[in-house]
């Protein structure tokens, strides 16, 4: 590997997404949660994606760190790159997608467009239901 060119790189990274780290060479560990989020999302960056899964992204952070978390997902979406969310948070969910896919037991309930997105709509098919169906 080449050294001078690994540490440019982390060093675009920390500086791009702004991570709080008193130097290149600190323990991951030792950060703050909102900052090891995004020192992942930084090593993920690193490999050029074009979809990225981020399973429960703000997990466990502040809500400052949150609201830098969601600016970064909205910019790499403006950039191209397809973004897979998984999360509990319903608030998350619908401040964040195009478009929620909903399932129940294993199965696909809904697909609901950006447009659609309400809480109640999304706790329907969660449950199994459909809307207008109850018995489904």
């Known amino acids: ?4 060119a690994e540490r440019k790189a982390v060093a675009a990274q920390v500086t791009s997404l702004r991570v ?3 130097s290149l060479a600190s323990t991951v560990a030792n950060l703050s949660g909102g900052n090891q989020q995004k020192v992942v999302l ?3 960056l690193l490999t050029k994606p074009t979809v990225m899964l981020l399973d429960e992204p703000t997990r466990g952070i502040d809500v400052g760190a949150k609201a830098e978390i969601y600016r970064h997902m909205a910019a790499l979406a403006d950039r191209g790159i397809t973004i897979l969310m998984v999360s509990s948070e319903m608030e998350e969910v619908i401040g964040m997608s195009d478009r929620v896919v909903v399932m129940h037991e294993r199965r696909i309930t809904g697909i609901l467009p950006r ?3 309400t ?3 999304i706790a329907t ?3 199994g239901r459909t809307e207008g169906n109850e018995a489904a």
């Open 1 to 4: 590997m080449d050294s001078r």
């Open 20 to 22: 709080k780290t008193p």
């Open 42 to 44: 930084a090593k993920c």
């Open 115 to 117: 447009e659609n997105l």
């Open 119 to 121: 809480q109640e709509r």
């Open 125 to 127: 098919l969660m449950t």
